[in-house]
């Protein structure tokens, strides 16, 4: 994406992914796929 860690750092996390969205394009779900909201356990086993 052509951005140094000075200009991450300026970021939001949220501004972060709203620009990768527009930078790489509107990822795709193949059809009849669905996705799940997370839950406190999914979260927790990612952080741990």
């Known amino acids: ?3 140094t860690f000075d ?3 300026l970021f939001r996390v949220r ?3 709203e620009f990768t969205d527009i930078y790489f ?3 795709e779900q193949k059809q009849g ?5 997370a839950t406190q356990a999914d ?5 741990m």
């Open 15 to 17: 501004d972060f992914l």
């Open 43 to 47: 979260i927790d086993k990612l952080l």
């Open 25 to 27: 394009g509107e990822l």
């Open 33 to 37: 796929e669905q996705v799940r909201e």
């Open 7 to 9: 200009e991450v750092n």
């Open 1 to 3: 994406m052509g951005l």
